[in-house]
């Protein structure tokens, strides 16, 4: 069975960091693309960041370009998102989710989230 | 960027109606176009991709429609638990971009 679960989140101060882990089982992890996307409190979904396997292919949001980082680990089955110099506005549920580069890179699984709250 | 523009953002409806979403993009691309279904504090659920490609297990009486820059979600005949919050996206190019939400809710 297919499973993505994300752990990593909790309260920081603003200009702190935060790692998020998300670990998948069930599927060839090397077969597929991972994404982090993001949703506020009460808003719409926000897509962070994308990774190949082996993070040969990386793409962010210009939200957190220059302070995440998507990182991969094939041997784990792992993704990360190493976020710094965090700000309010990054408070929100993280989301990992399974990108099909086949299907049109629609992300046709997801993790249950993570809350992420930056406030002093 | 891409923008994505859902409407209604909210609509009332009983069960056993026939409902239709429209999402709009800001330019034309391929059928790189998703919907995904979201239920309150759970994680967002992809209902069809491409377009009009249903996702395995989910209903027939969802249905996607459209090309280029206007999309539509159909609910054929709405079921209690489809009252949820619908986004479109779209996977043509990067950054990835949702619509900003259409609420289902009971009339």
């Known amino acids: 069975q297919v499973q993505l679960v994300e752990s990593g989140g909790g309260l920081v101060k603003p200009g702190g960091s935060l790692r998020l882990s998300c670990a998948t089982s069930g599927f060839t992890f090397s077969d597929y693309y991972m994404s982090w996307i993001r949703q506020a409190p009460g808003k719409g979904l926000e897509w962070v960041s994308y990774a190949s396997s082996g993070s040969r292919h990386i793409r962010y949001a210009d939200s957190v370009k220059g302070r995440f980082t998507i990182s991969t680990d094939n041997a784990k089955n792992s993704v990360y998102l190493q976020m710094n110099s965090l700000r309010a506005d990054d408070t929100a549920v993280y989301y990992c989710?399974?990108?099909?580069?086949?299907?049109?890179?629609?992300?046709?699984?997801w993790g249950q989230g993570t809350t992420v709250i930056v406030s002093s | 960027d891409i923008q994505m523009t859902q409407s209604p953002s909210s609509l009332s409806a009983s069960v056993g109606d026939r409902v239709t979403i429209t999402c709009r993009a800001s330019?034309?691309?391929?059928?790189?176009l998703n919907w995904y279904q979201q239920k309150p504090g759970r994680a967002p659920k992809l209902l069809i991709s491409?377009?009009?490609t249903l996702d395995s297990g989910v209903p027939s009486r969802f249905s996607g429609s459209g090309s280029g820059t206007d999309f539509i979600l159909t609910i054929s005949s709405l079921q209690p638990e489809d009252f949820a919050t619908y986004f479109c996206q779209q996977s043509y190019s990067t950054p990835w971009t949702f619509g900003q939400g259409t609420k289902v809710e009971i009339k």
């Open positions: 491409g377009a009009s």
């Open positions: 989710a399974r990108e099909d580069y086949r299907r049109g890179s629609c992300m046709d699984v």
């Open positions: 330019q034309n691309f391929n059928n790189y």
